[in-house]
T-cell receptor, first 112, second 113 residues
Framework: SQTIHQWPATLVQPVGSPLSLECTVEGTSNPNLYWYRQAAGRGLQLLFYSVGIGQISSEVPQNLSASRPQDRQFILSSKKLLLSDSGFYLC???????????FGSGTRLTVV | DQQVKQNSPSLSVQEGRISILNCDYTNSMFDYFLWYKKYPAEGPTFLISISSIKDKNEDGRFTVFLNKSAKHLSLHIVPSQPGDSAVYFCAASAGGGADGLTFGKGTHLIIQP
């Protein structure tokens, strides 16, 4: 069966520090992968999606970047965090089934 | 421009009664709609979906209704239970599949004992 792993679960980082969040998927090949952010009082905002290794599409301009070094690995990064980067970050994958996305358990990022 | 709108940020319903969550969309190309449920500090989980060729889909206590002419869908939960307290996201996609989803902002459903 397919599973998605996302870590860490919580993270507190100072302003200006770097960020690296990792997401891996098991049990499937060539999934479409997504990074979403849920900021306080807002819905799910799509940040990046990837249809294959090295293929990254950005949906909104921001202080973040994404990479897909392997088929089932998706990384969200920042060189210098801003206070506005605080939020709940979700990784998701889809293989086209009727349920749409399968989400990871999320990372609560607080930038202080 | 928000293509999927959930205009009620929160909804409070008494246990045992019906909960009705609403969702409107503007993109006429959307043809597949989903509802997700999210508990705090967890990722959303798939609840129920409906294709545009249908106007109703039912799964246990959950029913989704689609009104294409009004570009409106709703999720009915009956009877409502305490474990239903969560944030519910409406999502839509174009092209007949469940990929490339656009999400609404969510409605926080609170079930009162």
């Amino acid at each position: 069966s397919q599973t998605i792993h996302q870590w860490p679960a919580t993270l507190v980082q100072p302003v200006g520090s770097p960020l690296s969040l990792e997401c891996t998927v098991e049990g499937t090949s060539n999934p479409n992968l997504y990074w979403y952010r849920q900021a306080a009082g807002r819905g799910l905002q799509l940040l990046f999606y990837s249809v294959g290794i090295g293929q990254i599409s950005s949906e909104v301009p921001q202080n973040l970047s994404a990479s897909r070094p392997q088929d089932r690995q998706f990384i969200l990064s920042s060189k210098k965090l801003l206070l506005s980067d605080s939020g709940f970050y979700l990784c998701a994958w889809t293989g086209g089934g009727p349920g749409g996305y399968t989400f990871g358990s999320g990372t609560r990022l607080t930038v202080v | 421009d928000q293509q999927v709108k959930q205009n009620s940020p929160s909804l409070s319903v008494q246990e045992g009664r019906i909960s009705i969550l609403n969702c409107d969309y503007t993109n006429s190309m959307f043809d597949y709609f989903l509802w997700y449920k999210k508990y705090p500090a967890e990722g959303p989980t798939f609840l129920i979906s409906i294709s545009s060729i249908k106007d109703k889909n039912e799964d246990g206590r959950f029913t989704v209704f689609l009104n294409k002419s009004a570009k409106h869908l709703s999720l009915h939960i009956v009877p409502s239970q305490p474990g239903d307290s969560a944030v519910y996201f409406c999502a839509a996609s174009a092209g007949g599949g469940a990929d490339g989803l656009t999400f609404g902002k969510g409605t926080h459903l609170i079930i009162q004992p």
